[in-house]
T-cell receptor, first 115, second 115 residues
Framework: DADVTQTPRNRITKTGKRIMLECSQTKGHDRMYWYRQDPGLGLRLIYYSFDVKDINKGEISDGYSVSRQAQAKFSLSLESAIPNQTALYFC??????????????FGPGTRLLVL | AQTVTQSQPEMSVQEAETVTLSCTYDTSENNYYLFWYKQPPSRQMILVIRQEAYKQQNATENRFSVNFQKAAKSFSLKISDSQLGDTAMYFCAFITQGGSEKLVFGKGTKLTVNP
């Protein structure tokens, strides 16, 4: 089984709809991240969480919110989706407790299309 | 602010040959980590190799090795004995030690391995 899973893998939605992307991990890592990938722009950080009670905005957090329901679960919500949020979304994890917090491991990605 | 630049948008190589992908970065930090990630058509982000800035020895992982030039702020990836499965986007990434800052990505290099 994959260490970092994302659901759904693909999603089509309409402008104005609220949607949630979910991330779960079995790696036991304490840190989790959400990134967005657009063609030609690489990956950009949306939100990150260092533990259940610690949530931080990344460089492009506007229009997004997150919830860290448990150490292993980190959800990303689009409150009112708009077409320019069409992108590939990645969840990632890293582990501070082992001293390897710099290395991030990625999930398989969710491709989102907003019509 | 840290930046990562990959100056080669696309490259191609013949199977079994060697190819080098370039990456430069800009930072005022002295302690940091550098990574190469591979993104095949399946879109998964796969960690290829990592280099700690405090280590002078270049990292190697099987057919993958890096040439880390700290003074020049250069971090190139060499792929030896290229295989068809190496066809992918390759992203160079940077993070400061401690991981409290975001993982900064370059825009990627599309590598095609030709039979």
């Amino acid at each position: 089984d994959a260490d970092v899973t994302q659901t759904p893998r693909n999603r089509i939605t309409k402008t104005g709809k609220r949607i949630m992307l979910e991330c779960s991990q079995t790696k036991g890592h304490d840190r989790m991240y959400w990134y967005r990938q657009d063609p030609g722009l690489g990956l950009r950080l949306i939100y990150y969480s260092f533990d259940v009670k610690d949530i931080n905005k990344g460089e492009i957090s506007d229009g997004y919110s997150v919830s860290r329901q448990a150490q292993a679960k980190f959800s990303l919500s689009l409150e009112s989706a708009i077409p320019n949020q069409t992108a590939l979304y990645f969840c990632a994890t890293s582990d501070f407790r082992t001293g390897d917090q710099e290395t991030q491991y990625f999930g398989p990605g969710t491709r989102l299309l907003v019509l | 602010a840290q930046t990562v630049t990959q100056s080669q948008p696309e490259m191609s190589v013949q199977e079994a040959e060697t190819v080098t992908l370039s990456c430069t970065y800009d930072t005022s930090e002295n302690n940091y980590y550098l990574f190469w990630y591979k993104q095949p058509p399946s879109r998964q982000m796969i960690l290829v190799i990592r280099q700690e800035a405090y280590k002078q020895q270049n990292a190697t992982e099987n057919r993958f090795s890096v040439n880390f030039q700290k003074a020049a702020k250069s971090f190139s990836l060499k792929i030896s004995d290229s295989q068809l499965g190496d066809t992918a986007m390759y992203f160079c990434a940077f993070i400061t030690q401690g991981g409290s800052e975001k993982l900064v990505f370059g825009k990627g290099t599309k590598l095609t391995v030709n039979p």
